[in-house]
């Protein structure tokens, strides 16, 4: 599966901003996935509403990297989030629910839950 610079990514896993990097936990094999560096930059522009190549020329100026090396590195890092289960490129934009909005640490429980329970994610 390839990965469109004109696609808009989108997290797909809670996650906890750590000193080291990001913990993200796939729901579908429930496990955690640490991302670091230019992988954590990435996922924390996953907003549904930002195309890649946007992403790509934002991190081209944020770490003082060639946009040419970031064109061709961030949709291969978007491939790979996507076969770890954990992000996943539409060709809309779309709103990220509350629960993949913001880092667990700073949800509301109740708010967390109820946005859960709305995207299929939880029984009730």
């Known amino acids: 599966m390839g990965s469109s610079l004109q696609e808009f990514p989108q997290r797909d ?6 000193p080291d990097g990001i913990a993200v936990h796939n729901r579908y094999e429930d496990r955690i996935i640490m991302l670091d560096g230019l992988t954590s930059e ?7 509403k930002t195309t890649l190549e946007t992403i790509a020329r934002d991190l ?11 064109l061709r590195t ?8 996507n076969s770890e289960g954990i992000l996943f490129q539409q060709s809309e934009p779309a709103a990220l ?5 913001l880092p667990q640490e700073d949800q509301d429980m109740d708010q967390m839950h109820a946005s859960m329970v709305a995207a299929g994610w939880l029984d009730e």
């Open 74 to 81: 961030i949709p291969m890092i978007s491939v790979i989030l």
């Open 13 to 18: 896993g809670l996650y906890r901003i750590l």
């Open 42 to 48: 990435l996922w924390l522009r996953a907003d549904g």
């Open 60 to 70: 081209a100026g944020w770490r003082d990297e060639p946009l040419s090396l970031l």
């Open 97 to 101: 629910p509350y629960h993949l909005s």
